[in-house]
């Protein structure tokens, strides 16, 4: 069971989100508490051919543009572009290591 005093034990254990990371994209984890318990959002990916991560169902985020002025500008977009949840500073918690993605199936 994801309790709050997990939730606060996590947030001490992540790093602050830095504008020095060397990552292209970044995904939001977006909890709703329910009852004792939390629900995690996932979303499921449209489905086309070109695309080889297809269908799968995921965290919400992608990659930044130039127009994102940091990590935070990339999730607070494309958490709204996927879910039309608008996100602001006071949500974050932190941030984990930086996935190199892959096309081939990785467990984590």
Known sequence: MLTLSTIRKL???????????KA???????????QQDFEILFVKRVERLSDPW???????GGKNEPKDMNLK???????FEETNIKLNEDNFLGVLDVIDSCRTPKVI
Do not use: Y
């Not at 500008?73 to 958490?79: G, H």
């Open 11 to 21: 947030k001490q254990a992540l790093r602050p989100i830095s504008d020095q990371q």
């Open 24 to 34: 292209n994209a970044a995904v939001s984890l977006i909890l709703k508490p329910v």
């Open 54 to 60: 297809s269908g799968q169902i995921a965290l919400p």
């Open 73 to 79: 500008d990339t999730i607070i977009r494309e958490t």
